[in-house]
């Protein structure tokens, strides 16, 4: 049962243009919500996280939204940078417990 | 600045063979993680521990253990490797409490290919 949803495997945008990644989710109890970035031959790393009190996290060009209602959040990257290429995790917690449910990745490829 | 570090980048391991796969982090964290990562799957996690000599299944345990002896180390073994555990294996390490405690820190993976 896959609780955290990443429907679209891959996503293809021009250099400049933005980057919107989704993710859904099923478990209503997820409260604390992250993005990881993931380079080939590397492991992953954490990019930006929400709270569920919150619908907006912004950190320079990376957005993310939370909508609690539709249990979906989305990623923003803008402008989108060929550097920012890579497979995105979304990643879901819930009641302060240390284990973190993994989506399946998109992978993200901007064009120059 | 953070460190994770697994023994082995790429492993190639005869089916029936016993596999260790070692992680140590250097941040004094008290979780540590195991994860595959397959096409198409995510990653998925296999084992945690939330101290020394303490551990937790997590999603997909079947076929392996996991040993922590010292706050710094955490073992994934496999105790006959079979063909479905060729795979991408991830450690991660986190804090167990306050601001930050849900970011995990991983290591480069360790590519195992078993035949």
């Known amino acids: 049962d896959q609780q955290v949803k990443q429907n679209s495997p891959s996503l293809s945008v021009q250099e400049g243009r933005i980057s919107i990644l989704n993710c859904d989710y099923t478990?209503?109890?997820?409260?604390?919500f992250l993005w990881y970035k993931k380079y080939p031959a590397e492991g992953p790393t954490f990019l930006i996280s929400?709270?569920?009190?919150?619908d907006k996290n912004e950190d320079g060009r990376f957005t993310v939204f939370l909508n609690k209602s539709a249990k979906h959040l989305s990623l923003h990257i803008v402008p989108s940078q060929p550097g920012d290429s890579a497979v995105y995790f979304c990643?879901?917690?819930?009641?302060?417990?240390?284990?973190?449910?993994f989506g399946t990745g998109t992978k993200l490829q901007v064009i120059p | 600045d953070v460190k994770v570090t697994q023994s082995s980048r790429y492993l190639v391991k005869r089916t029936g063979e016993k596999v260790f796969l070692e992680c140590v982090q250097d941040?004094?964290?008290?979780?540590m993680f195991w994860y595959r990562q397959d096409p198409g799957l995510g990653l998925r996690l296999i084992y945690f521990?939330?101290?020394?000599?303490?551990?937790e299944k997590g999603d997909i345990p079947e076929g392996y253990s996991v040993s922590r002896e010292k706050k710094e180390r955490f073992s994934l073994i496999l105790e006959s490797a079979s063909t479905n555990q060729t795979s991408m294996y991830l450690c991660?390490?986190?804090?167990?409490?306050?601001?930050?405690?849900?970011?995990?820190?991983f290591g480069p993976g360790t590519r195992l290919l078993v035949l």
């Open positions: 991660a390490s986190s804090i167990a409490g306050g601001v930050g405690f849900e970011t995990q820190y």
């Open positions: 929400i709270s569920s009190i919150k």
């Open positions: 478990n209503s109890m997820f409260d604390y």
């Open positions: 941040m004094d964290h008290e979780n």
């Open positions: 521990s939330y101290d020394v000599k303490m551990k």
């Open positions: 990643a879901a917690s819930s009641g302060g417990y240390q284990k973190v449910t």
